[in-house]
C-alpha cells in the first residue's frame, strides 16, 4: 500500500514557474513507477509526466516536452514536477500516481493522491 500526498500548488503568473512535490508513505515507494496527472475542468484526466522506480526513464505529454521536468529521490520517498514556462491551459488539479514496475510508464496507475490545484493567469 503507497500513501501519497501533494503539495507545491498555487496561483502563478504565465511564464512563471512552480515546482510541486508528492511524497509517499509505504515500504514499496522506492520500487514505484510514479506519474503525474492533470485534470481540467470538462477535461478528461491526462498523463503529464512520469519516472521509473530508479529514474532512469521517464515520459513527458507533447504539452509539456520541454518545460515540465520530473524527478524523484527514493531517499526521500519524493517525486518532484518542475514545471516552468507556464500557461494558462496548464491551470488544473494535478495528481501523483504511483504503481508497481513496469515497460510502459503510460498505463496501470493504481494508488492516488487527492491532487493539488495549479492556476496560471494570464
Known amino acids: 500500500q503507497v500513501q501519497l500526498v501533494e503539495s507545491g500548488g498555487g496561483l502563478v503568473q504565465a511564464g512563471g514557474s512552480l515546482r510541486l512535490s508528492c511524497t509517499a508513505s509505504?515500504?514499496?515507494?522506492?520500487?514505484?513507477?510514479v506519474g503525474w496527472f492533470r485534470q481540467a475542468p470538462g477535461k478528461e484526466r491526462e498523463l503529464v509526466a512520469a519516472i521509473s522506480w530508479s529514474g532512469g526513464r521517464t515520459y513527458y505529454g507533447d504539452s509539456v516536452k520541454g518545460r515540465f521536468t520530473i524527478s524523484r529521490d527514493n531517499a526521500k520517498m519524493a517525486v518532484y514536477l518542475q514545471m516552468n514556462s507556464l500557461k494558462p491551459e496548464d491551470t488544473a488539479v494535478y495528481y501523483c500516481s504511483a504503481r508497481g514496475r513496469g515497460l510502459e510508464l503510460t498505463v496501470g496507475y493504481t494508488y492516488w493522491g487527492q491532487g493539488t490545484q495549479v492556476t496560471v493567469s494570464s
Open positions: 509505504g515500504r514499496t515507494f522506492s520500487t514505484n513507477d
